[in-house]
Structures are given as C-alpha cells and as structure tokens.
C-alpha cells in the first residue's frame, strides 16, 4: 500500500496568502485566531508581513516559522508557516510590481510541497493579475492559467460552485440555489472570446469537466447544460452563428460518445430554478456570463477550484479588495469553504487511491 497516500489526511493543505498589499494575509490570521482552520493547515507568506498584520488589526496569532516536511506546530491559535520572503515592504492596499516575484514563489513553493507529498492540497488566497503583469510576467492571466503550465497540464476548467454545490459534507450553505459554473474561456478580453469557442476547446473542458464531476463529486453520469454564446444562443443564426457552427454540432458529437452535455441554452433564462435544477453544472462561454450569476447567488460563500490537474487546488470566490486591505473588514468565509473543500477533495483523494490499492 502506499504510505504516501494513506497518509494524505495527515499532511497539510497549504494556503498561499496571495497578493501581499490585499486581503489574503489578513483573511489568513482571522481564520486562525478564530480556530476556523482545519487542523493541518499551513500558510505560505512572508512571516514579517503576516506579525505586521496581525499587530495592525489585533489579532492573536501565534505564528509558527517551519519547513515543509517537518511536523507542524500545533495549539490554540497557532499558524505554521512556510516562510517566502517578501522583496520588498508591503503596506495594506498598495500594490508594489516589485513583489511580484514572491507571490509566484509562494505559488511555486505549495505545488512542489503538492508534488513532493509535503501538501496534500493548496488553497490560494487571491492575487493580483495586473501587478503580475507588471512586474515582469506578461502572459500571466491568473492561478488557473499558472498552475496548468506548473503541472504540464494540457488544458484545465475552471469552476465556482456555491457552497452546498460543492459537498452537502463540507458546510451548511443555505443559499437560494445550488449552483456550480464552469468556464470555456477564463481570463480572455471579451474581444477574443469568440475566436476560443471552437469545438477543440469545447471537446476538452467538456471531458475534462464531466470526468472531475465523476472523480471529484461522486456524480455518475454528470448532466451539464452549455449555454449559447450570443443573445438567444443566435436566435438561428441571426444574432451569431457560434452556436449553429460551432457548439451544437461539437455538443452533439460529445453526445454520441456518451456526455450528457445540453444546449446550447440562452445564457439569460438557463440560470433560473427550474433549469438549474435538471442539471449538475452549467458551462458558461467566457467569465462574466457565468461568475456574475454565480457571485450573485452566493458571493462570500462560494469557492473557486481547478479541474483537470494533478493535484487539488481550490481558491476564495473573490479578488484582492485592495479597498478593504488593512481595515479587517473583508469577510473569510470563502477562504473557509475553499480550504475545507480542498480538505475535503484531498482526503476524498487519498481515501480512493487507498481503496484502489486494497
Ligand atoms: N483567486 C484570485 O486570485 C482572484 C483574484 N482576483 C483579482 O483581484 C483583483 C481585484 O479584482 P476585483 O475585480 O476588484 O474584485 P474583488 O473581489 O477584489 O473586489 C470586488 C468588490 O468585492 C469586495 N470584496 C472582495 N472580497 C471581499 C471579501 N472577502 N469580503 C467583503 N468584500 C469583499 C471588494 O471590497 C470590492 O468592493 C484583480 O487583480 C483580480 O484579477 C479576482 C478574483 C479572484
Ligand atoms: N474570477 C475568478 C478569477 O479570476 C480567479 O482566477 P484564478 O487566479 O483562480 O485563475
């Protein structure tokens, strides 16, 4: 049997505390000194950055430097960290291009503890994208992105679900509606979206997100309804020809190779209660058809996760709320529910790859 494995619910997830002028260090320290982190959770920063925060808002976070691979420190308010230097000072809600380099490295130091089995899962605090750019990365466009090419991953999904969609174990969600979006496109100008919607694209995010509603939610036979592309999914070719061309002929293919794929739907009257609730997930187009219905129905208590990599990776439902940097005002429920999700994935993982080994 392999160790590694079998003892994946004892090794930590690790939280990358993200953009180091935004909320994720703070969000970080809250749900430590509340006792909201699971047990074996680790944060990946700057240690001077997270005792300056913790001083600035009050919180009582003992914070425990240590290595990956070592035991972590335990006891009531305690975080162990993995430290990775800042470059240079951060002060809350000021970006500085200079740090760019130490938010990647703290992304780069959870995939290896990831790929080396020091982290049985990471969960990352929200980045900034342009400061990225900025400071020496031009084709950086986010996490999902990065961590494909990280993990030589040769397409992944993105998918936000609130929180009840993503395990009835992992929390008590009472919202309006269940509801897991996963995107064709992430972090595209609008202007390219419609060059990215071929059947290539389509035929893998589709698999790639029917096996991971298999593999990672235990659904059997996963039904995802895809919505069109233009107003009226074309209205017949009228107001765009995607849907005539493009995903209607790709969706009935997938169709006949056994995917329960629908659609393509009018995005504006798919997400409504009677439709959602035939399906497991929507496919949405490109990132604002289905994230801002997705944050409407459940902003603050929604997670973000990739599908199709090698490891479990789950983020917050939010940005780096520059604006609310340093006040305490920021909420940590996402970061909550991604960290308990990614617990939750990971020993779900470890538990079948025990069993598979029996
Ligand atoms: N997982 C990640 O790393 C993500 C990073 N981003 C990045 O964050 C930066 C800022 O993006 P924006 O579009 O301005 O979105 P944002 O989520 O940072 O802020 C939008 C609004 O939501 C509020 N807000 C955000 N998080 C909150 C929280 N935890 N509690 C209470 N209010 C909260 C903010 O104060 C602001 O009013 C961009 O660079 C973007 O790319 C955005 C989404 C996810
Ligand atoms: N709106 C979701 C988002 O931008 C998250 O991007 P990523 O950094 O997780 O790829």
């Known amino acids: 049997m392999p160790q590694r494995e079998a003892l994946s619910p004892l090794l930590p997830v690790a939280i990358t505390t993200g953009e180091p002028a935004g909320i994720g260090p703070e969000l970080t320290l809250m749900l430590a000194e509340r006792g909201e982190l699971p047990p074996h959770s680790v944060a990946v920063g700057d240690i001077t950055l997270l005792a300056e925060r913790a001083e600035l808002l009050g919180l009582k976070v003992e914070l425990a430097a240590c290595q990956p691979g070592e035991p972590l420190p335990e006891g009531p308010s305690v975080l162990p960290v993995w430290p990775v230097a800042l470059d240079t000072p951060s002060q809350p809600g000021v970006l500085n291009a200079a740090n760019a380099a130490y938010v990647l490295a703290t992304l780069a130091a959870a995939v290896h503890a990831c790929q ?86 389509l035929v893998r995010i589709s698999r790639i997100l029917a096996a991971d509603l298999t593999r990672q939610f235990g659904i059997a036979k996963p039904r995802i309804a895809v919505c069109g592309l233009n107003p009226h999914a074309g209205e017949d070719g009228h107001l765009g020809r995607e849907e005539l061309d493009i995903i209607s002929p790709t969706l009935e293919a997938l169709r006949a190779q056994g995917l329960d794929v629908r659609g393509p739907y009018p995005a504006d009257t798919l997400f409504t209660p009677r439709h959602l609730a035939e399906v497991d997930a929507v496919l949405a187009m490109y990132h604002d058809q289905g994230l801002a219905v997705l944050k409407y129905a459940g902003f603050g208590n929604a997670a973000n996760m990739t599908l199709g990599l090698p490891l479990v990776r789950t983020s917050v439902d939010h940005g780096t709320a520059l604006d609310l940097a340093g006040t305490g005002k920021a909420s940590p429920a996402s970061l909550a529910v991604a960290i308990r999700l990614a617990r939750h994935l990971a020993d779900q993982r470890a538990a079948t790859c025990t069993t598979s080994h029996l």
């Open 116 to 201: 080396n089995g020091h982290a049985a899962a990471m969960t990352t605090a929200p980045l900034h994208k342009g400061v990225i750019i900025d400071g020496g990365y031009p084709t950086f466009t986010g996490h999902t992105e990065w961590l494909r090419d990280a993990c030589g991953a040769e397409e992944v999904v993105m998918m936000l679900a609130t929180d009840s969609a993503l395990h009835a174990q992992v929390s008590g969600w009472q919202g309006p509606a269940d509801l897991r979006v996963a995107l064709l496109t992430t972090h595209l100008p609008l202007r390219a979206v419609a060059d990215a919607v071929t059947p290539t694209r």
